[in-house]
């Protein structure tokens, strides 16, 4: 890692350059239905009220949530439209930020690396069998330096996808999750 890395809570360089994430940000990222309306509204502007019919829960519930990822900077408020019933209506868009949090949702909590899993895991049960593109499944013995390679290199490899992605805003949507965890054994 360079010494000019962006510098994590630990104090050390982040390996991806992406800024680490803050406690309050920490703390807003580890709960997977806000995860869920990050990833919506990073496709489109969505109301508080198509938010809550898409993920299927009760508005107030998801405004609690909107307006924690809008504090945190990862939400922020859209134009103004008219909606079809000629109502106003306050559509809410992500900043596209990114963050590091390799380690940092271990201090969100016993749930809070587990968020982002459930999050893909409801994503996948709503989306259907038929979505899966690929699944791997792995074990590897790595020492602490393959694995640090292994990271950075699929790092490398998602970042060139994401920086470019909205080169490709008309072709279908793609999720994913990378997740490299030591085994219990």
């Not at 922020?76 to 019933?85: H, I, L, N, Q, W």
Request: proline share 6%.
């Amino acid at each position: 890692m360079s010494d000019t890395a962006p510098l994590g809570a630990d104090g050390q360089a982040t390996r991806t350059g992406k800024p680490a994430a803050t406690a309050r940000e920490i703390k807003a990222l580890a709960h997977p239905l806000r995860l869920r309306i990050l990833r919506l509204c990073g496709l489109q502007e969505l109301t508080n009220k198509q938010l809550a019919d898409r993920l299927g829960q009760d508005p107030g519930t998801v405004l609690y949530h909107v307006r924690q990822l809008l504090s945190t900077g990862f939400l922020e408020p859209a134009e103004v439209r008219t909606g079809a019933s000629g109502a106003l209506e306050k559509p809410y868009r992500s900043t596209g930020r990114s963050w590091n949090l390799d380690t940092a949702l271990g201090d969100a909590g016993p749930d809070g690396p587990l968020a982002p899993v459930e999050a893909f895991r409801d994503e996948l049960t709503e989306a259907g069998p038929d979505a899966l593109a690929s699944l791997s499944r792995f074990v590897l013995h790595l020492s602490a330096e393959d694995a640090e390679d292994l990271i950075t290199r699929v790092d490398a490899i998602l970042s060139e996808y994401t920086d470019s992605d909205r080169q490709r805003s008309d072709q279908p949507a793609y999720g994913g999750i990378f997740v490299l965890h030591r085994t219990p054994d």
